[in-house]
């Protein structure tokens, strides 16, 4: 089973915002709104950022959202912050594998 | 509010069947999905499957002959059972449970549990 494709790093300074992508195909992310995104620190259990493409949980900070175009969805974070520095995993249904995680991206806040 | 907890043993030998099991806390596992999800040391996330209280699963296809998953809703549990294990099945194994709105995300995780395959 193909994993959906992330940059394995994005940095940025604090304040800045980044983005993070995710590509699948249409059997996927392309034709299924059901992408979600997972905070991972060292040693952690993943968290829930994002759900649905685009919904927060109830407490999960503002500065985190996303989005989708054709195949690929994303997660950007605004005003990025020190604590921020983590992996990161999106997720998705997939009519070919049931579901799917991302190949993870580490971001650095420099 | 609703925890997760996995256990089992932390080492399996090579051929023989890995098992854990995953209690949930603080609530009830009727009317919700259930999943397995792994992490080798140093790589990413492989969703694993999932299964409903009521006891319908769904498995990774690439695990999928190896791999049984059940519910236990008297105990309050779920398993994972993983047959003819080698050393790429070590991993950090984690429980987690599917969001009620779209039953499409999760959002409470277990803390993980090592389990190293090796003789």
């Known amino acids: 089973q193909s994993a959906l494709t992330q940059p394995a790093s994005v940095s940025g300074s604090p304040g800045q915002s980044i983005t993070i992508s995710c590509t699948g195909t249409s059997s996927d992310v392309g034709n299924y709104n059901y992408v979600s995104w997972y905070q991972q620190h060292p040693g952690k259990a993943p968290k829930l950022m994002i759900y649905?493409?685009?919904d927060r949980p109830s407490g999960v900070s503002h500065r985190f959202s996303g989005s989708k175009s054709g195949n690929t969805a994303s997660l950007t974070i605004s005003g990025l912050q020190a604590e921020d520095e983590a992996d990161y995993y999106c997720?998705?249904?997939?009519?070919?594998?049931?579901?799917?995680f991302g190949t993870g991206t580490k971001v650095t806040v420099l | 509010q609703v925890q997760l907890q996995e256990s089992g043993p932390g080492l399996v030998k090579p051929s023989e069947t890995l098992s854990l099991t995953c209690t949930v806390s603080?609530?009830?596992?009727?009317?919700?999905?259930w999943s397995w999800i792994r992490q080798p040391p140093g790589k990413g996330l492989e969703w694993i499957g999932w299964?409903?209280?009521?006891?319908?699963?769904s498995y990774n296809p690439s695990l999928k002959s190896r791999l049984t998953i059940s519910v236990d809703t008297s105990r309050n549990q779920f398993s994972l059972k993983l047959s003819s294990v080698t050393a790429a099945d070590t991993a950090v194994y984690y429980c987690?449970?599917?969001?009620?709105?779209?039953?499409?995300?999760?959002?409470?995780w277990g803390q993980g549990t090592m389990v190293t395959v090796s003789s």
């Open positions: 987690a449970r599917y969001e009620t709105m779209t039953e499409k995300a999760l959002d409470i």
């Open positions: 603080g609530g009830s596992i009727s009317n919700f999905y």
């Open positions: 997720y998705s249904f997939s009519t070919r594998v049931s579901y799917v």
């Open positions: 299964v409903y209280y009521s006891g319908g699963t």
């Open positions: 649905d493409v685009n």
